[in-house]
């Protein structure tokens, strides 16, 4: 990594008569605090050069290589010199500014097409070299370690180009025997006829009629008895409106900013400042959409996209006793909501959905134990009760996985860190062998990421984290699209947890 600075340092005073001080000052700094002790010749090192004294003002250039980054040298530099001004001519370093800076790096992968980061003036890439262009750079620009974010960004973006179109990655790890679906029926469409289900008021939502809501809770009543409690799992009740800051730590702000429903407060509770908005629904019946936006404070959190967030800052900056590992809680009181846009379809991919979200926290050692039993309970639940067709998928992409994750157990190739994807066939969609089939539900082992990022700890070990999301439109729908909606056809193993269904409403 090559940095190139153009700065100046301003002075309490004019400069000229110690000039000569301030020349003698950069030379031995260039031999002394510039260099590393130790270090290759042309490594790990910073020089000034250039330097030209103006008044009150001294420009410098700095070039550096290795790990000491030029703005790091500029900011010890001034120390150095206020301390030797100081006492010899009375002279103080007022500020100091960096007017152009340069920072060259190496990238992974050769570049395809020019790319930009926020901050950047411009970003020069020339196959697998790029350099980052800044101007004006403040102080706390430099302390908030953005230019080293700025860089990881370039990273990321040049690395994305090479997996541009590649589709998603999927690897099937087993698959259950075919099962003789009983219809080929969509029965979102089935059921909407016979007015189990009703579109929603707002975009995305379903109103689920007792039929289907009784099918429904089946498959959550199932889901707890029969994989969740055996596995071990409690109960908790978690919120379902999550703050900017868990998902600053989780990663979602920047992550699916694209797919979250905000929420804003009220601005105030004061009557008063409503009155005006009031009085106008009142006379118009309509809302007044910039009335009621003066009277909002801009969103600060969001509503649950996943409820691992919330369920991990739970558990932040706590230390957890060795005696209570592994930490197995699931969650299905909040409802996920989520901006699908053109991807919203049937039942299975709405807006907002009833998941139960189990999230384990323990050593390396428990988390594959837990995920073994997981995955023992849930194929018990798939093959013995629900009697589906389906399959389990590795998905997780290596490059995907390496990000923020345990870059070494992910490399093994032993499928330790990352997410299975359940997916069950839907006969409506064609073809066993060539349609899409749904991914019903997940379950993933993250190794550090969440316990590193809402510094989660043991009293010893490194403990690493997952979660599973059993999406229960998605369970409800993988099996109605196999077996129908004429329960005669149902499995005796799922008629045990709904042996019969709510009368429907006749209309007129
Ligand atoms: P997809 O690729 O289908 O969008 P995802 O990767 O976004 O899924 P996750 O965030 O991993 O899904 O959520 C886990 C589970 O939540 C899914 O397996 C599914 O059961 C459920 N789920 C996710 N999005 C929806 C949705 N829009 N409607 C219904 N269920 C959903
Ligand atoms: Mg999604």
Redesign the pocket.
């Known amino acids: 990594m090559q940095f190139d600075l153009a700065g100046r340092f301003v002075l309490s005073a004019d400069a000229k008569a110690a000039e000569a001080a301030i020349r003698a000052f950069f030379e031995e700094a260039n031999a002394t605090i510039l260099k590393r002790k130790g270090a290759e010749p042309g490594t790990d090192e910073a020089r000034v050069h250039d330097v030209r004294v103006e008044g009150s003002t001294i420009h410098v250039k700095v070039e550096s290589k290795g790990r000491l980054r030029a703005h790091d040298a500029l900011l010890r530099l001034r120390k150095a010199m206020g301390e030797k001004l100081g006492k010899a001519h009375r002279l103080g370093v007022r500020d100091v500014i960096i007017d152009a800076y340069e920072v060259t790096f190496e990238l992974e992968k050769p570049v395809k097409h020019p790319v930009m980061v926020p901050f950047a003036k411009a970003v020069r890439v020339e196959d697998r070299t790029a350099t980052l262009e800044l101007a004006n750079v403040d102080a706390e620009f430099l302390e908030n370690n953005y230019i080293d974010r700025m860089i990881n960004l370039v990273r990321e973006k040049v690395n994305l180009q090479h997996y541009e179109g590649k589709g998603e990655y999927h690897r099937t790890m087993w698959s259950s025997p075919s099962k003789e679906p009983r219809w080929d029926r969509n029965p979102t469409e089935a059921m909407v006829e016979r007015d189990w289900l009703k579109q929603g008021p707002t975009k995305g939502k379903w109103v689920f009629r007792p039929q289907i809501a009784a099918i429904i809770r089946a498959m959550e009543r199932i889901a707890v008895e029969e994989v969740l409690k055996p596995a071990g799992f409690q109960e908790i009740m978690i919120p379902h409106h999550v703050p900017f800051d868990v998902w600053l730590k989780s990663g979602h702000m920047h992550g699916v900013p694209n797919e979250i429903y905000y929420v804003s407060e009220p601005r105030t509770r004061d009557v008063a400042e409503w009155q005006e908005f009031i009085d106008l629904v009142k006379i118009t019946r309509k809302v007044p959409t910039d009335k009621l936006l003066a009277n909002l404070s801009p969103p600060n959190a969001g509503i649950c996209y996943?409820q691992c967030g919330n369920i991990y800052w739970s558990f932040q900056q706590r230390t957890i006793a060795d005696a209570s590992l592994p930490v197995q809680v699931f969650d299905r009181a909040a409802v996920s909501n989520?901006y699908?846009s053109g991807g919203r379809h049937g039942m299975?991919?709405?807006?907002e959905?009833h998941?139960i979200e189990p999230v384990y926290i323990g050593t390396r050692e428990q988390l594959l134990d837990v995920r073994e039993k997981l995955v023992a309970r849930y194929k018990h639940v798939f093959n013995e009760i629900l009697d589906l067709e389906w399959r389990m998928a590795w998905v997780t992409p290596f490059f995907l996985a390496q990000e923020g994750h345990d870059k070494e157990v992910v490399e093994t190739d032993k499928l330790e860190v990352g997410t299975i994807d359940f997916e069950a066939w839907m006969p409506y969609r064609g073809s066993r062998e060539e349609s899409e089939w749904l991914?019903?539900?997940?379950l993933s082992i993250v190794g550090k990421k969440y316990t590193d990022a809402f510094n989660i700890k043991a009293q010893r070990a490194d403990l690493w984290s997952g979660s599973s999301?059993?999406?229960l439109?998605?369970w409800a729908v993988a099996f109605l699209a196999q077996k129908g909606i004429d329960p005669a056809d149902w499995p005796a193993g799922f008629r045990k947890f709904l042996p019969e269904l709510p009368k429907e409403t006749q209309f007129l």
Not at 439 to 442: A, G, W
């Open positions: 996943a989520r699908e299975e991919r709405v807006d959905f998941r991914e019903f539900q997940n999301g059993i999406g439109e998605r």
